[in-house]
């Protein structure tokens, strides 16, 4: 190989071009991240259940998903955890199980869970990814400086309504966290004296309301040659609608939910409270998507802030959005670091060089094959789906300092060879042939 390379010096820059454009092109496709994506073999399972005590969680929830979900396939271990209103159970797996096998096991586990609460909300399963554990930035929703503090609720509502729609349309956002106040919901108060004249029960009213609550679907209707999907849309839109679900119908007439309950659009349970610099507020952490560039998606985030700000300001609602953290200042802090570390190394290294060998010509070389060998690294990081990140970039530190003493070795020896008589191409054929072995024995040293 050493000797086709000096005897084909066209067919070497075709193929150093080649490295260089390969490699431009790949670090403009690359990630940034702060950390690199892992991808545990864990899926978590996370119910929650309003209102209930962490032993009623357990014995009503957790143990009864558990009960299910003990023969999954290559189950390794369970973790559960029964707190206040949820429940959250953690699957892992053995080493090389293929994710997504696994969680169609523990979907179809799932749909055989019998008996929760009807107050119990859909369980949500979840493949854990260390890009959606923790919020890649975090920012605060509160009044303007100077004016008075807006209402909690208000201020949650509008973030429910609003600022998340908005920010999950933003690409590479995968989901948020919102913290304080709370969600809005209805609240259904039964009249026991009304239920009792009606003959009716609470079981007859819980059963009502999630029975006819909800859409359903109809399946297809073919007429002709087209097909339509059908869906009956029922689920209550306000009060009214669920004041109007029938009860029971009779020759007497018809018993509906707001003959015997009063039902009202309230603030539900507040889990936590947030203080922003000492007034009341809301907080929104954004998850990232898997492998999502930091960079752009935080930039897409701030648009759409600017985008809401203009918003509010039209219609005369009183917030504004404040960054409080960003994964991204971080990410260039580090970014800097390692490219100044690398670059005061490389500069370092070059003039110790010019120092020993009085040569322009060699430190040109060593210079010139420095950023070609970094370049031809990035196509192998798109290839396999990684990412710029501080361990990355370690590892490049890393590969140019030696890059830079293979570099130094040869150049040497080939100077050497030039200063006895030796023809320039006879020199560099057997200068480089001559301290391979000994490279190559280092450089697998030093990587393994």
Partial sequence: MISAAVRNPWAVLVATLFVVLAGVMSIRSLPSQLRPTVEPPEIVISTSYPGAAPAEVEDQVTRRIEEQLRSVNGLREMLSSSSLSRSEITLRFDDGIDRNAAMVDVLNKMAGVRGLPPEVDPPEVVATSSDQQSPMMWFGVRAPEGQPPTPQPFLRRIVDETVAPRFRRVEGVAGLIVSGGAEREMRVTADFDALSRHGLSIPQLLTALQRDNANSRGGPLTAGKREYAVRTTARAANTHDLEEIVLRRDASGSVRVGDVAEIASQQGLQPSVMR???????????????????????????????????????????????????????????????????????????????????????????????????????????????????????????????????AIVVV?????????????????????????????????????
């Fill in 412 to 448: 040497e020896n080939v100077h050497r060879l030039l200063q006895t008589g030796r023809p320039p191409r006879e020199a560099a054929l057997e200068g480089t042939r001559e301290v391979a072995p000994a490279m190559l024995a280092a450089t697998i040293t030093n990587v393994s």
């Fill in 276 to 406: 922003l610099s000492g007034v009341d507020g809301v907080a929104v952490g954004v998850l990232r998507r898997t492998a999502a560039n930091v960079p752009s998606t935080t930039a897409g985030v701030f648009a759409a802030m600017d985008e809401l700000h203009a918003q509010f300001d039209q219609a005369g609602v009183p917030l504004r959005m404040k960054a409080l953290y960003s994964e991204t200042t971080y990410i260039d802090e580090a970014l800097d670091a390692a490219l100044g570390n690398i670059a005061g190394g490389a500069i370092l290294s070059l003039g110790i060089l010019w120092l020993v060998l009085r040569s322009w010509r060699a430190v040109g070389i060593v210079a010139l094959a420095q950023p070609l060998a970094v370049l031809g690294v990035f196509p192998v990081l798109w290839y396999f789906d990684r990412s710029l990140n501080i361990i990355t970039l370690a590892g490049l530190a890393f590969a140019v300092g030696i890059t830079i003493d293979n």
